[in-house]
C-alpha cells in the first residue's frame, strides 16, 4: 500500500467520536483506543457542530479530558463503560456543573452533588462529558436544542439535548428521562437507539421530580447492544435472545390511536413487521382492549396532579419564571379531583393486570414510536401519544431506527417488553436490530 492509499484509508476511518459505546469500549480494552483520545473527538465535534445544535447547556472540557488521562493510566477497565463520555440531562443533578432544569429559576444553581445515576455510570467509568440541554422542567416548553438532522426542525422533548447530542457524534451515550414520551420520541426524531427502562427501574436521586409515579430514567445510545452495558453498570448480566431455539414472538400492536399516525409511518410499521416476519419472527396482530382508551386521559390526570405536589415551591415563589405551557399544565393538575386520580390509578392497575397476561402469547409488542417524522419548527416538541400510554403502565420500552420519512428524517419503530423483562427486551431488540438494519 503506497502513502497516498495509507491516507485515503486514514480519511475513511472512523474518528473515536463515531464509534458506539459498545465499540469504544472494546477498543479501549484492546488497547487501540485512548479514553483521551474519545474526549477530545467528542469536544472537536462539540466546537464544530453545537452552534448549529445547541445540545449543550453546559461543557466540562477540563474535567473530562483529566479523567480521560486517569482512566488511561489503569491497567485494567474499571468498569463496563470505561472511557465512555456521556451527556447528562439537565435535570440530573452533577457535583461541579449548575443544574437549570431548562429554567431561568435555577440558572446558576449548583447541587454540589451528583444524582444517583451519575454516581453509578462514573464507577463504571463514564466520563461526564457536559449538561445536556431539557426542555422546561423536562415538560411540553421547548429548549433551544435543533435537530442534528435538519435544524429546522423539533429534536422532541424532554430529552432534547442527550438524544441531539448522541445523534451528532457529540456523545456516545446520553442520560434522558420520561414522563410522557420523552425518551422513547426523542429517539425516533433524532434516529438513534433510545431505551425507557421499566418504571422504578433505578435510583431517581437527585432527579428533579415532575410526576413521582411516571419519572423513568432512560438513556440514548448508538445500538442496542450499548444499552446491556449501561444495564451492566448497574449489575444486570446481558440476557441473550434464544436465536437457536427460536425466533421471537412479536405482537404488532397498532394501538387504539393508530389512525392518528401519518400514512407513511404506518406503512413504515407495516413494512418493519414484514421485514421480521420474513426473517422468522412469528409476528401477530394484537389488539389493545377498548377499555385502554382511557389511559390517555388517565396518564394526563396522574401527571399533572403529581406535577402540582412537586412544582408548589416555584410556583409560589417564581410564578413569573415558569412557562405559560407549565402554568397551564398545573392549572390542569389543580383541577383534578381525588376521585378522579383515584379512577386514573384504578384504570392503570387494570390495564397493567390485562397486560401481564399479553407476556404468555409474546415475546416483545412491536408499536410506532411517534406519529411519524419531526415536525418543522422548535416551539412544538411533538406528540406523546404513542408513548403515553406504556410510561402510565411502567412498562420497558426501546426505539430504533428504521427508514427515513417524505423529508429525509428519521423514522423508528417502538419494542414494548414485560415489567422488569428489561434485559431480554434489549436482547430482543439487537436481534430487530440486526434484521432491520
Not at 449548575?98 to 431561568?104: E, F
Not at 386521559?297 to 412557562?323: I, Q
Request: glycine share 8%; with cysteine.
Amino acid at each position: 500500500m503506497d502513502r497516498t492509499e495509507r491516507e485515503g484509508k486514514a480519511r475513511m476511518a472512523k474518528s473515536p467520536n463515531q464509534y458506539s459505546a459498545s465499540q469504544a469500549v472494546q477498543r479501549m480494552a484492546d488497547k487501540r483506543l485512548k479514553a483521551v483520545d474519545m474526549v477530545e473527538a467528542c469536544l472537536e465535534r462539540i466546537d464544530k457542530r453545537e452552534g448549529q445544535v445547541h445540545a449543550w447547556e453546559a461543557i466540562d472540557a477540563e474535567g473530562a479530558l483529566k479523567r480521560a488521562a486517569m482512566l488511561d493510566k489503569r491497567a485494567r477497565p474499571v468498569g463496563p463503560l470505561h472511557g465512555i463520555p456521556l451527556a447528562v440531562k439537565d435535570i440530573i443533578s452533577t457535583r461541579t456543573m449548575p443544574t437549570t432544569c431548562g429554567s431561568p429559576i435555577y440558572r446558576d444553581h449548583v447541587v454540589g452533588k451528583d444524582a444517583a445515576c451519575v454516581t453509578q455510570l462514573v464507577k463504571a467509568g463514564a466520563i461526564v462529558l457536559g449538561k445536556s440541554v431539557t426542555t422546561e422542567f423536562a415538560g411540553g416548553h421547548a429548549g433551544k436544542t435543533h435537530n442534528p438532522h435538519n435544524v429546522r426542525h423539533t429534536p422532541a422533548g424532554s430529552s432534547s439535548g442527550s438524544a441531539a447530542a448522541v445523534a451528532d457524534f457529540m456523545a456516545p451515550i446520553g442520560y434522558g428521562t420520561q414522563t410522557s414520551g420523552s425518551v422513547i420520541r426523542p429517539g425516533a426524531f433524532n434516529g438513534v437507539v433510545a431505551y425507557k427502562g421499566t418504571y422504578g427501574w433505578a435510583d431517581m436521586t437527585g432527579v428533579k421530580t415532575y410526576s413521582k409515579s411516571l419519572d423513568t430514567l432512560g438513556f440514548f445510545a448508538r445500538e442496542a447492544n450499548d444499552l446491556a452495558l449501561i444495564r451492566a453498570a448497574y449489575g444486570h448480566a446481558p440476557a441473550d435472545p434464544p436465536t437457536k431455539g427460536r425466533a421471537p414472538r412479536i405482537g404488532f400492536c397498532r394501538t387504539r390511536w393508530w389512525d392518528m399516525a401519518d400514512r407513511y409511518n404506518q406503512k413504515n410499521i407495516e413494512t418493519a413487521a414484514s421485514t421480521l416476519r420474513a426473517a422468522g419472527a412469528r409476528v401477530r396482530a394484537w389488539d389493545m382492549p377498548e377499555s385502554w382508551d382511557a389511559l390517555i386521559e388517565a396518564h394526563n390526570r396522574v401527571m399533572t396532579k403529581e406535577a402540582t405536589f412537586h412544582y408548589g415551591p416555584e410556583r409560589e415563589r417564581f410564578p413569573h419564571l415558569l412557562s405559560v405551557g407549565l402554568t397551564n399544565a398545573l392549572e390542569v393538575g389543580d383541577a383534578v379531583t381525588r376521585k378522579q386520580l383515584t379512577d386514573a390509578k384504578k384504570r392503570r392497575e387494570r390495564a397493567r393486570a390485562e397486560l401481564a397476561q399479553v407476556w404468555d402469547t409474546f415475546d416483545i409488542l412491536l408499536a410506532p414510536s411517534a406519529r411519524g417524522e419531526a415536525p418543522a419548527g422548535l416551539g412544538y416538541t411533538g406528540d406523546p401519544l404513542f408513548n403515553r400510554f406504556w410510561t402510565l403502565l411502567g412498562s420497558p420500552c426501546i426505539t430504533l431506527p428504521f427508514n427515513t420519512g417524505p423529508f429525509e428524517l428519521p423514522l423508528a419503530v417502538q419494542l414494548i417488553g414485560p415489567h422488569k423483562g428489561d434485559d431480554q427486551l434489549i436482547a430482543w431488540a439487537r436481534w430487530v436490530e440486526e434484521r432491520l438494519t
